[in-house]
């Protein structure tokens, strides 16, 4: 267990919807970072919050959308969900910026049908 | 062009070889390089750690910066089953995010 939170593990769900897909990082750790990994394009950097507030963003979607809470956790939104979305979706936390290294959770493997 | 290149694999050697896998970079600002590790259905965990030029080992396991060529390198000794997995080098400068290459798939076969 790394100590990094991600729910749901598996999603399964229609083109055109929106899901929510949740992490709590590790205890200490004040940077969150989102992830999409696809067998084609690797691990694509998304977004980055650090203690509540955006820090990054990569090529994330204006369908997606993501928030830290003031307990830390984050969540990203994904809406309007196309094929093309089907990816594992990696949350990563870390204490202050990346040089501690980053500490990933488990995913969350979306399929949209 | 991707600010990391990584060979995708896949790579499948012997028990007991030595393994090297290779990544180049663009970004010349890059400072820190790092290597994970990601089995099937889990999420990458970080293996080695390079500031800069350098070499590093960590047991079976060194990582080489040539920052002059922009070049990164992991070296496996003596390979494992246990070492097969997908192999990410990583990269970033100051505060910003890490980039990754797109992971090599290695295969250790008994």
């Known amino acids: 267990d790394s100590g990094v939170t991600q729910t749901p593990k598996h999603l399964i769900t229609a083109t055109g919807q929106r899901v929510t897909l949740r992490c709590s990082p590790r205890?200490?750790?004040?940077?969150v970072y989102w992830y999409q990994q696809s067998l084609d394009q690797g691990l694509q950097f998304l977004i980055q919050?650090?203690?509540?507030?955006?820090?990054a963003k990569g090529n994330i979607l204006e369908r997606f959308s993501a928030q830290q809470f003031p307990d830390l956790h984050s969540e990203l939104n994904l809406s309007s969900l196309e094929l093309g979305d089907s990816a594992l979706y990696f949350c990563?936390?870390?204490?202050?910026?990346?040089?501690?290294?980053?500490?990933f959770g488990s995913g969350t493997r979306l399929t949209v049908v | 062009q991707k600010e990391v290149e990584q060979d995708p694999g896949p790579l499948s050697v012997p028990e007991g070889a030595i393994v090297s896998l290779n990544c180049t970079y663009s970004n010349s600002a890059f400072q820190y390089f790092m290597w994970y590790r990601q089995y099937s259905r889990k999420g990458p965990e970080l293996l080695m750690y390079t500031y800069s030029s350098g070499n590093k080992e960590d047991g079976r396991f060194t990582a080489q910066v040539d920052k002059s060529s922009k070049y990164i390198s992991l070296f496996i000794r003596d390979s494992q089953p246990s070492d097969s997995a997908t192999y990410l080098c990583?990269?970033?400068?100051?505060?910003?995010?890490?980039?990754f290459g797109q992971g090599t798939r290695l295969t250790i076969n008994p």
């Open positions: 919050y650090y203690n509540g507030e955006e820090r």
């Open positions: 990583a990269a970033f400068q100051g505060a910003q995010k890490l980039v």
């Open positions: 205890s200490g750790d004040l940077s």
């Open positions: 990563a936390s870390s204490v202050g910026v990346a040089e501690d290294g980053y500490t």
